[in-house]
């Protein structure tokens, strides 16, 4: 059986190829339309309500030097889960990857995006079913495997509102038992890990499970497939179904559980 090429795997094939000849100029990523899919670090950033701290950003230099020249630099603080952001498997699995242990393969790859956002702006505790990604496989075929699969709630337009994000303008633990917002059903987990076999998820609310859950019980099936995450999706809106390549960079951090992430996507055009 002769396996149907990926339009981004023929363009890495033709770049290659190409470059060998200089009467041929090679297509490349450039030329593709980028959409950033990642909220800016400020004071504006929103994390988890049970937070300490928030983003912090000091001057420690900022102006004309002795010698004439202008020069700047400035110290940053951030908790690891807050704005656009990764989770590691090591987030709710014991032993599993942390974030400078995931291979490029993992942040990288074909993605698609599934729209439930006409059901979740109607219920705030919302949960993706299976039946949400069999809907969408009748138009677009089948889910392939090894995909970057990114849900679009609809609920990214009220970032960085936090009580209509969150479901409550609440900080502390007190907020916890009043946040509502959708998240990912447990069993369509478990289906796309075992059964569609995906890379990661991500979607465009503060965390995969939804805001009412007590156990994160999507968390502990994703991770412990040692699969990432991916929270605060920005831009989703900008994206179309499928046809897409997605690049998750986390910032770095050793024996991390999660980490800021500045989250790309290259179409091949318009929605």
């Not at 795997?9 to 000849?21: D, G, N, Q, R």
């Not at 200089?22 to 937070?51: C, E, G, H, R």
């Not at 509102?161 to 409550?168: A, L, V």
């Not at 497939?225 to 179309?240: I, R, S, Y």
């Amino acid at each position: 059986m002769v396996k149907k090429l990926s339009p981004f795997i023929l363009l890495l094939l033709f770049t290659a190829c190409s470059s060998e000849s200089k009467k041929v100029k090679a297509p490349a990523f450039a030329d593709m339309q980028w959409i950033d899919l990642t909220y800016t670090y400020d004071s504006t950033t929103l994390y988890w309500p049970n937070n300490v701290k928030s983003f912090q950003h000091s001057t420690e230099a900022e102006g004309k030097t002795g010698l004439g020249y202008y020069y700047s630099s400035y110290s940053i603080c951030t908790p690891e889960h807050g704005g656009t952001h990764l989770d590691a498997p090591i987030h709710f699995a014991e032993n599993k990857m942390t974030v400078d242990e995931l291979p490029l393969s993992s942040l990288t790859g074909e993605a698609v995006v599934i729209d439930v956002s006409e059901k979740a702006l109607t219920n705030r505790d919302y949960l993706v079913s299976i039946a949400d990604i069999e809907h969408w496989e009748k138009t677009n075929g089948p889910l392939p495997e090894n995909t970057i699969l990114l849900f679009k709630t609809g609920y990214g337009k009220f970032y960085p509102n936090r009580e209509k994000y969150f479901g409550s303008p609440k900080t502390g633990p007190e907020a916890i038992p009043e946040l509502h917002f959708p998240g990912i059903d447990p069993v369509t987990t478990e289906w796309l890990v075992t059964k569609r076999k995906i890379k990661a998820l991500g979607l465009d609310t503060p965390s995969i499970d939804y805001g009412q859950s007590k156990d994160f019980k999507t968390h502990q099936v994703l991770m412990g497939a040692n699969k990432p995450a991916f929270e605060n999706v920005a831009n989703l809106d900008q994206l179309p179904a499928k046809g897409i390549y997605v690049v998750a960079l986390p910032m770095k951090i050793g024996k991390g559980s999660g980490g800021p992430l500045r989250l790309i996507a290259a179409t091949q055009g318009s929605k």
